[in-house]
T-cell receptor, first 111, second 112 residues
Framework: SQQGEEDPQALSIQEGENATMNCSYKTSINNLQWYRQNSGRGLVHLILIRSNEREKHSGRLRVTLDTSKKSSSLLITASRAADTASYFC???????????FGQGTELSVKP | EAGVTQFPSHSVIEKGQTVTLRCDPISGHDNLYWYRRVMGKEIKFLLHFVKESKQDESGMPNNRFLAERTGGTYSTLKVQPAELEDSGVYFC??????????FGPGTRLTVT
């Protein structure tokens, strides 16, 4: 199976609620990144967490990393309709720079 | 500073035809990557250039795909002949340092 597997595959919440997405990977990594793709648009880099970090915040985003479990989570607090998008985690491993993406979580935030 | 740009934004071609996608990286970025997302599946790595050299092309699906980066600036990805399963979104990314990749808006390819 692929690295960077995510769950849930789809998540539907009401505006104002929190959204949590999880990602698992298989190999050792230097860092893990989260990206967002709005429908029909490009990938937007959200946050990068290094392998020696356990938690990172950026605005309404909170990312955790557990290298012992090879997993990460992305929490979006106080969600907005504009947060509706696909969210991907990506790991680099020691792959020479290329990113390994998960299948993504489709987040739908209803107003 | 301009971001990564890709052209065209959308291409519709018939099976058997040829399509060339273009990517202009951020100026000064030596690393250029191609990825694609097929049929709502995960985003998969295709290849990596460092300047004009192919550093890693392990993700190229078959010899119908040809990527070039003459002069180490923009890159092209040619699909010849296109097949139905090539439909998807093709992303280009560039970086200066190894891990901070900036993505373009993607080219949506539809093969009918």
């Amino acid at each position: 199976s692929q690295q960077g597997e995510e769950d849930p595959q789809a998540l539907s919440i009401q505006e104002g609620e929190n959204a949590t997405m999880n990602c698992s990977y298989k190999t050792s990594i230097n860092n893990l990144q989260w990206y967002r793709q709005n429908s029909g648009r490009g990938l937007v880099h959200l946050i990068l967490i290094r392998s020696n970090e356990r938690e990172k915040h950026s605005g309404r985003l909170r990312v955790t990393l557990d290298t012992s479990k090879k997993s990460s989570s992305l929490l979006i607090t106080a969600s907005r309709a504009a947060d509706t998008a696909s969210y991907f985690c990506a790991t680099d491993g020691n792959q020479g720079g290329k990113l390994i993406f998960g299948q993504g979580t489709e987040l739908s935030v209803k107003p | 500073e301009a971001g990564v740009t890709q052209f065209p934004s959308h291409s519709v071609i018939e099976k058997g035809q040829t399509v060339t996608l273009r990517c202009d990286p951020i100026s000064g970025h030596d690393n250029l990557y191609w990825y694609r997302r097929v049929m709502g599946k995960e985003i998969k790595f295709l290849l990596h250039f460092v300047k004009e050299s192919k550093q890693d092309e392990s993700g190229m699906p078959n010899n119908r795909f040809l990527a070039e980066r003459t002069g180490g600036t923009y890159s092209t990805l040619k699909v010849q002949p296109a097949e139905l399963e090539d439909s998807g979104v093709y992303f280009c990314a560039s970086s200066q340092v190894r891990h901070e990749q900036y993505f373009g808006p993607g080219t949506r390819l539809t093969v009918t």
